[in-house]
């Protein structure tokens, strides 16, 4: 199999398990979160303000993917 070839199954591929991690990751902190938040009213603050961190930190990995797909698209042909 030649290199384009592959990279042209392999980015897709690649970028959809990205993006699915990442809603996984997400989904798995919003539910921890809202959790935590049902047992302690009182750190809700606290409790938002580190999932919305986490969550920023997920999605900019599934950024670097796109990102790095992008690059890789140029490597095609």
Known sequence: MEA???????????LGLAAFGAGLGIGNAVNGAMEAMGRQP???????TAMLIGAAFIEALAIYALVLAFVLMGKIG
């Not at 384009?4 to 591929?13: K, M, V």
């Not at 009182?42 to 938002?48: D, H, N, S, W």
């Open 4 to 14: 384009g070839a592959a990279l042209g199954l392999a980015l897709p591929i690649g």
């Open 42 to 48: 009182e750190a809700i603050g606290k409790i938002q």
